[in-house]
């Protein structure tokens, strides 16, 4: 009999929260509830009630207020002072945490289900996934994707048949109520599996028992380790849980001015494996101000961070990043090559990495093999559109652009003159002028034009000392490098 801790782990941890998630994964449940609901602004956010009144500090409806508004809550304090600061979190920080980890149940009580279906697609979450809502909103989903795991409402075991012929349910769900076993035989006799509420009156050893006995298959409860116990006590084997997610990284502090701002080449990849969670994390630990994120997509539409089109150099496996799906990438070894230490490391998708670095970090993105629609619409779920520098083409950033003009844009130039001739243009926030032909004069046109100046030192272009100083005294606004921890030791030496 399966576990799912409803609304995380709430006799442990605030209800609806990442760290209820978190939780919930370290005690190797199988699924974790989530409530989605939409913001005024259309962000999907976890949230049971309406209104935000019984779990923050602050009151209303969630429908009527913004994401900002929502974020500046504190949903922790209201359960214990160790919590103080946790946020009402977006679906897809869950999504990016959850992935390879947990299973969601997915209530979805005010949100659009073909948007909840695109984002599970992008964390290749659609099998990991029983979504519960309406039979219309259910078939909706399934004429999207047939792959979907739909989840309806059943009653009672008279409706089990009726549910079978509409939507070929693999699960169904009796909500908060008595055992019923006539329905939990419907349900088995039409190759669904049921699920059955009993926080409450129900979370008890009895109640428990008397579930496995029937046959229910995975039990929703507000107190999870009494169910592990009498299900250990029972003799049913657990799954051991796999290792806790990391916490948060708390971005280091600064000496030099930050006048100029740092971009991290594919991470910290002196310290960490190149283009991982890893090396992304030793960027926020430095204090650093961008991660470059190297942004391809996979054989079945999934955009990963990886800078080569194979997966040979830096994992134990082998092809073309287009030609082979997420689930043949994820399995493989991205941090072995680098040191033991890493073994195991995975390629992270992008959705991943932005989960690591909101509010932490800044992301550059660049355009190696992936399309405009996608990445920008996984940035507006994350409410990053202002946090991102997009690097490409000036034909790639005018897509982004045409799709959202708040995301920053960043094209490259070699001279002067391309650099006037984007500032007539298109107009970006930045330009990235190349090492080669960086001089006082570019970051003049730029400037004169209302655009920041970048270039990037990394990759063998020049990342010594020398050179950093020479870029600074011509007054450059960003540099990406391979070795921040020099250009760090170069920074606090220039006032």
């Known amino acids: 009999m399966k576990i799912i801790g409803h609304r995380g782990v709430p006799s442990e941890t605030p209800r609806n929260t990442l760290a209820g998630l978190r939780r919930a994964s370290e005690l190797g449940l199988d699924y974790v509830e989530l409530d989605l609901r939409t913001t005024r602004d259309g962000k999907i956010v976890d949230i049971h009630n309406a209104t935000v009144d019984d779990t923050s500090n602050g009151k209303g409806q969630v429908s009527a207020m913004t994401l900002a508004e929502i974020r500046k809550l504190d949903a922790g304090s209201w359960f214990s002072p160790e919590f103080r600061g946790e946020r009402i979190p977006l679906f897809v920080e869950e999504l990016a945490l959850a992935t390879g980890r947990i299973k969601l149940y997915l209530d979805m009580k005010a949100v659009d289900a073909l948007q909840v279906l695109w984002l599970l697609q992008q964390f290749d979450m659609v099998g990991d996934a029983v979504c519960f809502t309406s039979p219309d909103q259910l078939e909706e989903m399934q004429d999207m994707n047939r792959a979907v795991q739909v989840m309806p409402h059943l009653g009672r075991a008279d409706d089990m048949a009726g549910l079978a012929a509409r939507l070929h349910p693999h699960y169904v769900e009796r909500g908060a109520g008595p055992l019923d076993q006539a329905a939990v035989d419907a349900a088995h006799a039409h190759g669904a599996q049921y699920f059955l509420d009993i926080q409450g009156a129900g979370d008890n050893e009895e109640n428990i028992l008397a579930c496995l006995r029937a046959g229910v298959d995975a039990v929703q409860t507000d107190h999870p380790r009494l169910v592990i116990d009498v299900l250990r006590r029972a003799g049913v084997e657990r799954p051991t849980p796999g290792p806790a997610p990391e916490p948060p990284p708390i971005p280091g502090a600064r000496a030099d001015s930050r006048r100029v701002k740092i971009i991290a080449h594919r991470g910290v990849a002196k310290r960490a494996p190149q283009n991982t969670l890893a090396s992304s994390r030793e960027a926020i630990l430095m204090g650093l101000d961008y991660i470059e994120v190297d942004a391809q997509t ?60 909101q509010n932490r970090i800044g992301i550059y993105i660049d355009w190696k093999n992936i399309e405009a629609g996608p990445m920008v619409r996984l940035l507006e779920a994350f409410d990053m559109t202002r946090d991102v520098l997009v690097h490409g083409s000036a034909d790639e950033c005018e897509a982004v652009r045409t799709i959202d003009p708040t995301v920053p844009l960043m094209p490259g130039a070699r001279s002067v003159e391309d650099v006037l001739a984007l500032a007539k243009g298109l107009h970006p926030q930045a330009v990235e002028v190349a090492s080669k032909t960086f001089s006082e004069q570019a970051v003049r046109a730029c400037h004169d034009n209302g655009m920041l100046c970048a270039t990037s030192l990394a990759g063998g272009r020049g990342d010594d000392p020398e050179n950093m100083r020479r870029v600074v005294a011509a007054g450059v606004d960003m540099i990406e490098t391979d070795n921040p921890e020099l250009l760090l030791e170069v920074l606090k030496s220039v006032r």
């Open 298 to 357: 996979t054989a079945d539409g999934l955009v990963i961070d990886m800078h080569n089109d194979s997966v040979d150099r830096v994992t134990n496996g082998h092809g073309l990043v287009k030609e082979l799906t997420y689930k043949q990438i994820r399995v493989l070894d991205a941090g072995s090559w680098f040191s033991p230490k890493f073994k195991g490391t995975q390629v992270p998708l992008l959705g991943e990495v932005l989960a690591l670095a």
